[in-house]
């Protein structure tokens, strides 16, 4: 897919910015909460709000941004929306800090493993199509060997890789712009 500059320049502004998230936003995309509602709506993901993911941005925003911004690229390619909606809510279903799991459990390997995690988590909730379950299952590749059957696999991938880099690079962002800042005054 391309983008132009300006494209590229929106959609990392958009995956910088918190504040949509925490409004609640995308509440307002009736066409997206009809995909979703019930996940959304459940205690088990609301639960992700619990665990940080990359930087200071929760599973839940994480999951809620890789879902959206898997759906608007979809829709615009005129592919299947309604499921990368919903796997891309759920990819990340985990359910633990993984930042203190290893050392807590001896389980080093979390990019490895936390898909086949998210997946027995997300079935134990939720139905799911079987494209779907691909979609949550294979979304680290090529980190694990074998890739999505689907393109709107490869487009949670995309999305969740280019959501992860741009709000880990925010915090360091912020870091530089006020916690060192701080730090020199003090
Ligand atoms: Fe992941
Ligand atoms: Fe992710």
Redesign the pocket.
Known sequence: MHLTREEKEEAIRWAEDPSWVEREDYCEDTDYMDCVRDIIDSPVFQSMDNYM??GDTS?KA??IK?SYMGYCICRKMGWDYAEVARAGLL??LFLYDWHTHAKETGEHFHGFTHPRTALNNAVKYFDLTEKEKDMILR?MWPLTPIPPKSREGMVIIYS?KF??LIETMARIKRWILFGFGKKSAA
């Open positions: 993911q990359h599973c994480h999951c890789v990819h990340d979304h969740d959501c992860g």
